[in-house]
């Protein structure tokens, strides 16, 4: 019954921009602190941002170009992504977690290229 959904991935060119959204069922956002990761092939899972009670964390990757926002009332996180660049290529997944509950979703593809 617990889900998280993403979407908003696709193809994108260098310089452009995408927004993932992460739709949750089955449990609210409220009292979780969310992530986004991403995963690309022959590389190691990154964490690309973190969201807890109004502050924002990000990779140095992605710092200044990435934001993560929530609509409680949608119950949805959001990634926005600007000035992307190809090596943001990857699968970029939403996590929210409370002590030792995690919930995941099942990804989004994410392409930058000319």
């Known amino acids: 019954q617990v889900q998280l959904v993403e979407s908003g991935g696709g193809l994108v060119q260098p310089g452009g921009s995408l927004r993932l959204s992460c739709v949750a069922s089955?449990?609210?956002?409220?009292?979780?602190?969310t992530r986004w990761y991403r995963q690309s092939p022959g590389k190691e899972r990154e964490l690309v941002a973190t969201?807890?009670?109004?502050?924002?964390y990000y990779a140095d990757s992605v710092k200044g170009r990435f934001t993560i926002s929530r609509d409680k009332a949608k119950n949805t996180v959001y990634l926005q992504m600007n000035s992307l660049k190809p090596e943001d290529t990857g699968v970029y997944y939403c996590g929210a977690y409370s002590g030792s509950v995690k919930y995941w979703g099942q990804g989004t593809q994410v392409t930058v290229s000319s």
């Open positions: 089955g449990f609210t956002f409220s009292g979780y602190y």
């Open positions: 969201s807890i009670e109004g502050a924002s």
